[in-house]
């Protein structure tokens, strides 16, 4: 039996190596990855039991280590393994991108939020400075946490702006688990922040919120209202009327989807 499990392994390892990962089954996928962390047994059956339990190879990739562990068959060392790879993978991306990324329009923003905030398990709350060409200053935490117990303060917004010579500011947060529509408390936190960036004459560009692999500019969706005037862009906060009607629509608009 150990030698059709080696005979097995050595013949996936060698698709693999020839082919990539191109034909394989996401269960093979991740069979293929646990072959590394628990060397000694079937991992078939394990690889399965994960999918049926997380629902996708993402889900389990995004998986908390804790809940990891509670599936038959996955320890601590396979769990933080199989765990490690989507934090992987968010670093390529970063260094992909690198350093100076051009953060130019809407897409390229809403791209650069979900490199940032895409698969975190609990609230991050970012203020991302660019220079006058758009391009990446600093991604500055400003809250980590359950946004409504550790408040995106103001001060701190307004900290990161003025330490890093910010002449644009995209702030972003995501909802681990929840909507990408923007909250109530999601609009006025911004309607905050943009007085007190106007204040020190920084432009608010967009507010992104990150979900469930989706990002949301609050610009496109007509919550924050932009209009250039002689080369000035001036930046408002939809009134209370027209944020209701916005949310109502979008929250409509993601249940059909």
């Given at each position: 039996?150990?030698?059709?499990h ?36 079937n ?58 990324e ?40 400003i ?22 010579n910010?002449?644009s ?42 979900a ?23 930046t ?22």
């Amino acid at each position: 039996m150990a030698g059709e499990h080696a005979g097995h392994r050595q013949r996936m390892r060698e698709r693999f190596l020839q082919h990539g990962l191109d034909g394989f089954a996401d269960h093979e996928v991740l069979e293929l990855m646990l072959f590394y962390a628990i060397p000694q047994r079937n991992v078939n059956p394990l690889a399965h039991a994960l999918i049926d339990r997380f629902g996708s190879l993402h889900g389990v990739l995004e998986a908390p280590v804790e809940e990891l562990c509670k599936v038959d068959g996955m320890g601590a060392y396979a769990s933080a393994f199989v765990s490690l790879f989507s934090q992987v993978a968010r670093r390529v991306e970063w260094s992909r991108a690198g350093e100076r990324e051009l953060v130019s329009n809407r897409g390229m923003a809403e791209r650069h939020c979900l490199r940032l905030l895409d698969g975190l398990r609990e609230e991050h709350f970012y203020a991302v400075c660019l220079d006058g060409q758009m391009r990446l200053i600093k991604d500055a935490l400003i809250a980590r946490g359950t946004l409504v117990e550790v408040p995106a303060y103001p001060r701190m917004v307004a900290e990161a702006a003025l330490r890093h010579n910010a002449h644009s500011i995209v702030l972003c947060h995501n909802h681990p688990g929840g909507s990408v529509v923007p909250s109530r408390q999601d609009v006025e936190m911004t309607r905050v922040l943009l007085q007190l960036l106007q204040s020190i004459d920084v432009y608010l560009a967009d507010h992104i919120i990150v979900a469930q692999g989706r990002a949301l500019s609050m610009v496109n969706a007509g919550l924050i209202e932009q209009k250039t005037e002689r080369e000035n862009v001036y930046t408002r906060v939809a009134d209370s009327s027209t944020e209701v009607v916005i949310r109502a629509r979008l929250e409509k608009k993601m249940a059909g989807e």
